[in-house]
Structures are given as structure tokens and as C-alpha cells.
């Protein structure tokens, strides 16, 4: 498979797509939708649902390319044994983990607020990975997966940039792996911090990995 290459930041992005997956995280009603967790704590939900345009595109692009699509979800055990009280009690949210709210009990697997929306369901085949933690690479099997694939690059988008994106993305630098995010389909409830963890990535010669927008990611495939 001949090298490709993307204009990204902070410098140019070479992958092999035989050797690479897009993980999408946490595209879940519970933080895109209203009456979920990412409400509960606070937010404006409807924030996130901008970049579901720019993430659906990225999906159906790697999808024509036959690249390796990962979805996330952040979840827990019904009985939330795998939710410790230092993540339950945390703040004061108007409901917890593990309370029942409009889209069921919140990050409870098998309740609706967990599915991934609509426009971004996995299809089969794509591999969906169930995390207790904020990163993706916690107490799952993701890491065996990638292994498994001979994966060497992982394109990142999803929900939200600071919180979950970020740790999987710097839990993936550590182990290896070449990170590339893609910048527009990626959102924070808060646009200080969307800005500043694409600089914190970027900096330093990509201490963390590169960013390039979904339109040069998608270039590079020609698709
Ligand atoms: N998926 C993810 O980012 N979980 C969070 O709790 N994010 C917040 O920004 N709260």
C-alpha cells in the first residue's frame, strides 16, 4: 500500500491506510442530546451537535476507503460496579451516573442515552468499544484490537475535545501509535478549550500528534 500524505498541522502527516483506523468517541445521545449527561453537568448540549455534518463526512469517506472505523461509547455496568464513587460524586449535577433521566438511566449500558446518534451508527462490521473510563484505552480491549489489525495509525474525532478525545489521543501517543485529530470534527462545550487542546497537541513539533481538517484528510484518500 503506497504512502499517503495530508497537510497537516504542525507539519505533514504520512499513514498507510492498510495500517490505520478512525476512532470515533462518544458520539452518544447522553452528551448530544438534551436531557442527558453532558446537560446534567451543566451544559449547552446543542454546542455538539454542530459537528455532526463534518463527522458524518469523515465516516463515510473512511468507510469508501475501507479503512478500520472504531465507534466509543462511555458507559457503564448497570449495577455501576465499574463507576467509582470518585467519578459518581463528582460536582453537583442536576442528575448522576446511573439516575434515570428522559433517555433513561445516564452512561447506563442498555439505556437509549448511550446509543451513538442516529446519523453516526456504526454499521456492522465497525467495532464498538464500551469504556468506564474517559479514555478509551481503560479497561478494554482496544488496545489488543489495534494490535490484532497491525494498526499503526489512529485518526481521531468526537466528544469532547478536552475530556475524552484528548486523554484516548495521549493514551495512544504513549503506546505508539501516529494521532492525527481531525480539527472540525471534534467539539467542547467550551470553545477556549477546543482551541487550546488542538494548540497543547500541535505544539512542540506534535507532542501529542497532528490536527488537519476533514476536507485535507479526505483529500489525501481521494474520496
Ligand atoms: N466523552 C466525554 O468527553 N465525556 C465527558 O464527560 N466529557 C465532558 O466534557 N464532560
Known sequence: MNELMIQARPHIFNFQTDASALIVIDMQRDFIDSGGFGESLGNDVSRLQKIIPTVKQLISGFRDAGITIIHTREC??????????????????????????PMG???VKGEPGVEIIPALAPI???KVIDKPGKGAFYQTDLEGFLQD?????????????????????REANDRGYFCLLARDATESYFDAFKQTTID???????????????????????V
Not at 78 to 101: N, T, V
Open 76 to 101: 457503564h455496568l448497570p449495577d455501576l460496579s465499574d463507576c467509582p464513587d470518585a467519578k459518581r460524586y463528582r460536582g453537583s449535577p442536576g442528575l448522576r451516573i446511573g439516575d434515570s433521566g
Open 105 to 107: 438511566r445516564l452512561l
Open 124 to 126: 456492522p462490521g465497525e
Open 149 to 169: 489489525q497491525h494498526i499503526e495509525t489512529l485518526f481521531f474525532a468526537g466528544v469532547t475535545t478536552e475530556v475524552c478525545v484528548q486523554t484516548t489521543m
Open 200 to 222: 497543547m497537541i500541535e505544539a512542540q513539533g506534535a507532542i501529542v500528534g497532528w490536527t488537519a481538517t476533514v476536507d485535507d484528510i479526505l483529500a489525501s484518500l481521494h
